[in-house]
């Protein structure tokens, strides 16, 4: 069993800063993609910013703004959010992509359980 475990997320004023930070845990046998997702009400799902083997991407909408990173040693990532805007409000997901086993039919994609970010204006 593989669990993900989200924190950080926040009422914050535009313009402010807010860490969040996601923790694997469990059945893992390697890590590749790791990324942050956002819902806001009545719109799909978006990528925010994801990390695969040192490479990263991110939404042009944020660029410039919010930084991923990754901890292997201790299966973590975190997404530094900073200039906020009110557009920003979502709730955010981790995503990370965990081969459990050394099967790769193990891999699979983990959702974490979502984080309100709120941005007032």
């Known amino acids: 069993q593989v669990q993900l475990v989200e924190s950080g997320g926040g009422l914050v004023q535009a313009g402010g800063s807010l860490r969040l930070s996601c923790a694997a845990s469990?059945?893992?046998?390697?890590?590749?993609?790791m990324g942050w997702y956002r819902q806001a009400p009545g719109k799909q799902r978006e990528l925010v910013a994801s990390?695969?083997?040192?490479?990263?991407i991110y939404a042009d909408s944020v660029k410039g703004r919010f930084t991923i990173s990754r901890d292997n040693t201790n299966n973590t990532m975190d997404l530094q959010m900073n200039s906020l805007k009110p557009q920003d409000t979502a709730v955010y997901y981790c995503?990370?992509?965990?081969?459990?086993?050394?099967?790769?039919?193990?891999?699979?994609?983990?959702w974490g359980q979502g984080t309100q970010v709120t941005v007032s204006s």
């Open positions: 995503n990370v992509r965990i081969q459990s086993s050394i099967n790769f039919q193990s891999i699979r994609d983990y």
């Open positions: 469990g059945s893992i046998f390697s890590i590749s993609d």
């Open positions: 990390t695969r083997y040192g490479r990263t």
